[in-house]
């Protein structure tokens, strides 16, 4: 079936540093990346889409310059968080879509700790 | 935008009985519900979706129904195992997949032995 990962799976960062997670379509090629975020026993809320070659569509109230997206292959998206602060400290899932596809398959997430 | 609410927020069963979530949405176009289950510390898994073209959707012991005309969509769990203690999510979307989805807030199902 169809297999996304990310990497890191956890990392651990000063205040004022930026971090890289990276997310991969490992089976299939994705058209289509979403990027998420999950405080704990929360649900996740949509931070952007993204479309390979093409810019990122951003969620009301989410900082396109803090949160830079860039989907350079249809099997890798990359989400940087700039100058990461402690409330930036969170879970971040990406999920692929195949193709034209309905199914959304989601990575295993990453855990951000800003300290 | 679409909203989607979620009930309840914390379910818990005998080992064997059935489980019930229940979900409305507030778009009517949305036409894609899925369901996830998440377990601690992993991301979600896909464990079964329906169209708005079809009323109901089976897969062994799971089954999702959808009424279009109401707005909700409901996940049903038959003969409940441990293995099914997670927290579900209910989701909705109306971009034929170029949409990402919009969530519930998660129910977490605890199964008694």
């Known amino acids: 079936g169809a297999v996304v990962s990310q990497h890191p799976s956890r990392v651990i960062c000063k205040s004022g540093t930026s971090v890289k997670i990276e997310c991969r379509s490992l089976d299939f090629q994705a058209t289509t990346m979403f990027w998420y975020r999950q405080f704990p026993k929360q649900s996740l809320m949509l931070m952007a889409t993204s479309n390979e070659g093409s810019k990122a569509t951003y969620e009301q109230g989410v900082e396109k310059d803090k949160f830079l997206i860039n989907h350079a292959s249809l099997t890798l998206s990359t989400l940087t968080v700039t100058s990461a602060h402690p409330e930036d400290s969170s879970f971040y899932i990406c999920?692929?879509?195949?193709?034209?596809?309905?199914?959304?398959?989601f990575g295993p997430g990453t855990r951000l700790t800003v300290t | 935008g679409e909203n989607v609410e979620q009930h309840p927020s914390t379910l818990s069963v005998q080992e064997g009985d059935s489980a019930v979530i229940k979900c409305t949405y507030s778009?009517?176009?949305?036409?894609?519900f899925p369901w996830y289950k998440q377990e601690l510390g992993k991301g979600p898994q896909l464990i079964i979706d329906?169209?708005?073209?079809?009323g109901e959707k089976k897969d062994q012991r799971i089954a999702v129904t959808l009424n279009k005309t109401a707005k909700h969509f409901s996940l049903h769990i038959t003969e409940t195992q441990p293995e099914d203690s997670a927290v579900y999510f209910c989701a909705a979307s109306s971009g034929g997949g170029a949409d990402g989805l919009t969530f519930g807030k998660g129910t977490h199902l605890i199964i008694q032995p």
């Open positions: 778009d009517s176009a949305s036409n894609y």
């Open positions: 329906i169209r708005s073209n079809v």
């Open positions: 999920s692929a879509r195949e193709g034209g596809g309905e199914h959304r398959y």
